[in-house]
């Protein structure tokens, strides 16, 4: 399983982004994904997730700004950020809790990306 996130970078408070992330190696759809946060310093937090079937869960400090969303046949999860504050500057990864078949039958796996910097100031 690969996951390659993009579309990070430096906004100021109240400003948008959208990020992205593309998943290969996998049969997307029988994931489930989940954008995950960590600020210097601190622990990595679960910003979103959404299951197979979209389902979508949110933190309460991104609730009502934030999306999350997927594109399956695109093989892209996203998470469109909305009126950011600087409490939100972190490095974002995308995270997949996919079940793959094997000889062995279904198998769990879990993979991550390697993260984008979402910076923004005041």
């Known amino acids: 399983v690969q996951l390659v996130e993009s579309g990070g970078g430096s906004v100021q408070a109240g400003g948008s982004l959208k990020l992205s992330c593309a998943v290969s190696r996998v049969t997307f759809s029988s994931c489930e994904m989940s954008w995950v946060r960590q600020a210097p310093g601190k622990e990595r937090d679960l910003v979103s997730s959404i299951s197979r079937d979209g389902t979508t869960t949110y933190a309460d400090s991104v609730k009502g700004r934030f999306t999350i969303s997927r594109d399956n046949a695109k093989n892209t999860l996203y998470l469109q950020m909305n009126s950011l504050k600087t409490e939100d500057t972190a490095v974002y990864y995308c995270?997949?809790?996919?079940?793959?078949?094997?000889?062995?039958?279904?198998?769990?796996?879990?993979?991550w990306g390697r993260g984008t910097q979402v910076t923004v100031s005041s």
């Open positions: 995270s997949a809790d996919c079940t793959i078949s094997t000889v062995y039958g279904p198998q769990k796996v879990t993979a």
